[in-house]
């Protein structure tokens, strides 16, 4: 499942500080 994937990278983009508008539609999963 990719699902967990999404979730690694959210924190990833979040301890960046990346936007979440970069966030794929699916990281609600």
């Known amino acids: 499942v990719q699902a967990h ?3 690694l ?3 990833l983009n979040l ?3 990346l936007p979440p ?3 794929p539609s ?3 999963l």
Request: glycine letters at 14%; aromatic letters at 6%; zero cysteines.
């Open 15 to 17: 301890l960046e500080g």
């Open 9 to 11: 990278r959210r924190q």
């Open 26 to 28: 699916g990281y609600d």
């Open 21 to 23: 508008s970069k966030q």
């Open 5 to 7: 994937i999404v979730k």
